[in-house]
């Protein structure tokens, strides 16, 4: 494992995670092992999240040389290079033949099928073992690909969703499918549940409030949203009955 020679291909959330485990474990850490990552994009904001090698001060930087360098100095000994080079047959004057013929195994950390997919043509090509991985949402998938003994990438087909991760829908819905469930939840609670427990509320104010207190956790937002449409249904009647008065 130290001697090994090892391409990350993407250094957001699972090249992050991979590179501190190998970092940890040791690997690439002789003169004859060598690590390299490579990744065309650079750190924004809103990978601070969970893309943990990343700090603010690093936004605006290249991924790929800033999680390099936070690798190297988890442990000295690791053998690293970063590369800002997409993979793809734009680059194969860099990811040549000789450098393919020197790899030992190449790791996945991409957010797209097309990457992948090429990725999984070119390790078919040149018979190097692949670790594919991805996720979505609070899923996630791992596949190991290994020459001449298990399926490849592209033979494989992930079977259809039931239903799309509440945390895509409604953090990051990015089909159609995703926002007609983020509009049909955001109807539910506007014009059906809210009103429902309004109406309980009114009808036995008391009564509402001890149920709400008595729960594991209350639900706090819940209840003032229903105090508040309540008041403001209150109002509304009162002034129509005002107006009513004074005609």
Not at 22 to 44: F, N, Y
Not at 69 to 85: K, Y
Not at 140 to 161: F, G, K, W
Request: aromatic letters at 8%; hydrophobic letters at 40%.
């Amino acid at each position: 494992m130290e001697d090994a020679k090892i391409l990350i291909v993407g250094s957001g959330a699972l090249g992050c995670e991979f590179l501190k485990n190998l970092a940890l474990m040791g690997v690439c850490c002789s003169k004859e092992g060598k690590l390299t990552i490579t990744d065309d994009d650079v750190i924004e904001k809103g990978n601070l999240n969970r893309q943990f090698l990343f700090r603010d001060w690093n936004i605006g930087q290249a991924k790929s040389t800033v999680a390099a360098s936070v690798a190297g100095s988890i442990n000295p000994n690791l053998h690293i290079e970063g590369l800002q080079n997409r993979a793809s047959p734009e680059t194969e004057n860099v990811f040549d033949d000789a450098f393919w013929e020197g790899l030992d195994v190449v790791i996945n950390a991409l957010d797209n099928v097309a990457a992948r997919m090429y990725m999984n043509m070119r390790c078919l090509y040149f018979q190097k073992p692949l670790l594919e991985s991805g996720t979505l949402g609070a899923k996630c998938n791992t596949q190991m690909v290994i020459p001449h003994l298990t399926e490849n990438y592209r033979a494989s087909r992930d079977p259809p969703e039931k239903q799309a991760p509440r945390c895509t829908v409604h953090s990051f819905p990015h089909n159609i499918d995703h926002c007609l469930t983020w509009a049909r939840s955001e109807f539910d609670g506007l014009l059906e549940k809210t009103p429902s427990e309004v109406n309980t509320f009114l009808a036995n104010p008391s009564e509402y409030a001890s149920s709400m207190k008595v729960q594991v956790m209350p639900k706090q937002g819940i209840y003032l949203n229903v105090l508040l449409s309540a008041w403001t249904r209150i109002n509304v009647r009162h002034s129509k009955t005002a107006s009513l008065g004074h005609d």
